[in-house]
């Protein structure tokens, strides 16, 4: 029986992977034997990189601030010499929040989110496409369910998340017959540094939280991980431009 979830001899670049969802989405690849190439705003990747080599796969790291356009401009083809000259998998996952409603929400944060969450996957893509299509590949976005749900407070966050969404449905109107697959994964609240300093998990708040989820709970990174790899696998070979939420049911209500 073919096992799908063996991705020896592939790569992966999997962005703001130090920590957080993309940090498990790259050790869930490596895990299954893909090279990974870790793109992150630190200069320090030495715990990431040491996360990857316990999984089984050595990986790389790439210290680059894709807020800036100077300091994307060629990235993939850098990640992908390091990883041998080819790149099968492409994970934007880079993102930043900030409270704002529309009212309160300066130019200089809808900039700043606009330049990671939009312009940066798109030129990532943009750069990654031509390595996918003579054997096919899989672009995963991470959005959010505040692209669909969005409370008020993190304004310019939903906004992003929700064009980015719309991107990959765009996407894959002209890169599916190059056997390239793009699609979103929209996480609800999940365990991470960020959710951590929110509050989310502090007893009281997530008592009142987890009222809201049919699943009674939150969720945790390796969460997100699974559905990656199932969306960069062989598996989902027919699933384009959609938006896989996983939130325990918070969207289905």
Same mark, same amino acid.
């Given at each position: ?93 880079? =993102? ?151 939130? =325990? ?5």
């Amino acid at each position: 029986m073919k096992d799908y979830l063996d991705f020896s001899g592939k790569t992966a670049i999997v962005t703001g992977g130090r920590r957080g969802i993309g940090r498990a989405i790259a050790i869930a690849f490596a895990e299954r034997g893909a090279k990974v190439a870790v793109i992150s705003k630190s200069q320090d990747g030495a715990a990431i990189l040491e996360d990857l080599a316990a999984a089984g796969t050595p990986g790389v790291y790439l210290p680059c601030d894709l807020e800036l356009p100077e300091a994307r401009k060629g990235i993939v083809d850098v990640a992908v010499e390091k990883l041998g000259g080819r790149l099968d998998i492409l994970v934007n996952n880079a =993102g930043l929040q900030f409270g704002e409603t529309i009212e309160t929400t300066t130019l200089e944060h809808w900039k700043t989110s606009e330049e990671l969450m939009l312009n940066a996957p798109f030129e990532l893509s943009q750069q990654a496409i031509p390595y996918m299509k003579e054997r096919g590949g899989k672009i995963i976005m991470i959005s959010s369910i505040c692209s669909v749900r969005e409370g008020g407070w993190t304004f310019g966050y939903g906004v992003m998340k929700a064009g980015l969404a719309s991107m990959a449905r765009c996407m894959c109107q002209t890169l599916a017959k190059y056997n390239i697959n793009v699609n979103v994964i929209g996480p609800g609240i999940i365990r991470t540094d960020l959710t951590t300093r929110q509050g989310c998990f502090d007893e009281a708040n997530y008592a009142r939280i987890i009222q809201k989820y049919p699943a009674r709970r939150l969720g945790e990174p390796e969460e997100i991980a699974s559905v990656a790899l199932f969306l960069a696998s062989e598996m989902s070979s027919f699933v384009n431009g959609q938006q896989l939420f996983v939130d =325990g049911g918070f969207t289905a209500q």
